[in-house]
């Protein structure tokens, strides 16, 4: 189930897997999804079952077609390195996209340039869309509120018999919104939040309010 946010007159939808539909830009932000780790790791020998590549491309399928955006925006991260042999299954899925993909750069984005443009993927260092900054790292910045990916929040919940869970989360603060990865593979940062601070979790399907 979503969970409807109202931010600056705007509306977004967070949903489950860790995507925001943005319904008046109708663009849909994902973060982290580091397409290519698992083979990254199976080729330095770790023994992951290669379906678990395939959990993303049909996770964010699902998404797609669900809301079905004018635009895709992933939040830095696309691609977790080098080229391996998980661009020609990303090549081939970027085929069939009937929507614009922009990629706002991250960190681990170090594949050339050029071979994201050549997939027409639109590569920038940032967006801005009136008030609204879309950035890899959270940045705080005067006058916007940002949408951002790069920790991978997670929150930490402990039951009375101190057993303990670490879920996915969107994490707000004033002025910004981490955006969880959307990645089946990554791990999960556990940031505490304060008084001002807003934790949504993802459990079940479901993104829950917690504070």
Not at 62 to 87: A, I
Request: charged share 20%; proline share 5%.
């Amino acid at each position: 189930m979503n969970h409807q946010l109202i931010l600056k007159n705007n509306q977004f939808l967070l949903h489950p897997s860790g995507a925001i539909y943005w319904e008046e830009q109708a663009m849909l932000l994902v973060a982290d999804v580091h397409f290519g780790k698992v083979s990254h790791f199976r080729k330095h020998g770790a023994a992951i079952p290669p379906a678990v590549s395939e959990e993303n491309f049909s996770n964010i399928d699902q998404v797609l077609q669900q809301f079905k955006p004018k635009t895709l925006c992933f939040l830095g991260d696309l691609f977790h390195s080098t080229l391996n042999e998980e661009w020609t299954r990303f090549s081939n899925w970027m085929d069939d996209l009937d929507c614009k993909v922009s990629l706002v750069i991250g960190n681990h984005d170090i594949i050339p340039l050029y071979l994201f443009e050549e997939l027409n993927i639109e590569v920038v260092p940032e967006l801005r869309i009136e008030v609204f900054l879309l950035t890899h790292h959270p940045t705080k910045r005067e006058g916007f509120f940002n949408f951002a990916g790069h920790i991978h929040p997670g929150v930490r919940l402990t039951g009375m018999g101190k057993q303990g869970l670490r879920i996915p989360c969107f994490f707000q603060s004033e002025g910004q919104l981490i955006l969880p990865a959307f990645g089946t593979f990554t791990g999960k940062h556990i940031l505490e939040p304060t008084q001002k601070d807003k934790v949504y979790a993802i459990a079940d399907g479901e993104v829950i309010c917690l504070t």
